[in-house]
């Protein structure tokens, strides 16, 4: 199994970036899908997850209403839209999959990991 995450770049503070993530695995519509991030010197934090069939999506506090997470089942690809973004959302952006009907928020439970993609936002 394999996640490729990319769309990462440099945009300015108040702009907006798409991030996607597409999976090799057969069983695409059995995973959990999300997405963390982690800033340097900083931990890995959850930032969004959506359900296995895409019916519940969870988002993190400083997330919430800027972000929106989606998954194409067609694609085997899982979306961040990012809108409104700040300087504190600079960070390496990683997918992540957990064979699970249920959002997990916690990084241990993860099952397969993508190799991360750089998103900078200047003020």
């Known amino acids: 199994v394999q996640l490729q995450a990319y769309g990462g770049g440099l945009v300015q503070a108040g702009g907006s970036l798409r991030l996607s993530c597409t999976a090799s695995?057969?069983?695409?519509?059995?995973?959990?899908l999300s997405w963390f991030r982690q800033a340097p010197g900083k931990g890995r934090e959850f930032v969004a997850g959506?359900?296995?069939?895409?019916?519940?999506?969870i988002y993190g506090d400083s997330v919430k209403g800027r972000f929106t997470i989606s998954r194409d089942f067609a694609k085997n690809t899982v979306y961040l839209q990012m809108n409104s973004l700040k300087p504190e959302d600079t960070a390496t952006y990683y997918c992540a999959a957990l064979y699970s009907v249920v959002v997990v928020t916690g990084t241990p439970y993860y099952d397969y990991w993508g190799q991360g993609t750089l998103v900078t936002v200047s003020s």
């Open positions: 959506v359900s296995w069939n895409g019916d519940n999506t």
């Open positions: 695995m057969s069983t695409f519509g059995s995973y959990t």
